[in-house]
């Protein structure tokens, strides 16, 4: 069975997983170029519940926010390598710049996110409160993004050929 889900088999999905009293966790980003510091991240975000949702921005998503080059990765890809980390349990996609319209819809009990956001400023804060849902912050692994692996890769690319 595939972890990788649309919104409506997932509420199915976590609709049986609640009515065993399970917690579920959402969090959401691009996942372009998936690293230890992602590895790190969606581990400790699993260990704040029973199951992890990822919430993953589509490729027309992942552009709209970080510009025409990216992502490197095609979304059907990063889903895919998403799914495999055994600390994930599903994986939905959307197309939103914001991922507040399925949190909204599927409610999770708790919402994790960076810790180089401010709580009040995470997007979907206000929904999973009002529904008695918490917020876990969770610390990033200083010096690993994708920004900086594909910095590298420029840098060791221009070095080769200069």
Not at 54 to 61: E, F, I, K, P, R
């Amino acid at each position: 069975m595939s972890k990788i889900k649309g919104l409506r088999a997932l509420k199915t999905a976590l609709e049986k997983i609640r009515a065993r009293g399970a917690r579920v966790v959402f969090t959401n980003g691009c996942f372009d170029i998936v690293h230890a510091g992602h590895v790190r991240y969606l581990r400790k975000a699993r260990g704040y519940g029973d199951c992890l949702v990822v919430g993953l921005n589509s490729d027309a998503s992942v552009r709209a926010i970080k510009g025409p080059t990216r992502p490197i990765v095609p979304q059907d890809e990063r889903a895919e390598v998403l799914s495999a980390l055994e600390c994930v349990d599903y994986v939905v996609i959307f197309d939103e710049p914001t991922p507040l319209a399925l949190i909204t819809a599927i409610g999770p009990d708790v919402l994790a996110k960076g810790a180089d956001w401010a709580a009040r400023d995470i997007v979907g804060y206000d929904a999973v409160r009002k529904n008695g849902g918490r917020i876990r912050r969770v610390a990033l692994v200083k010096g690993r993004s994708t920004t900086n692996i594909i910095k590298r890769i420029l840098e060791l690319h221009a070095a080769e050929e200069g």
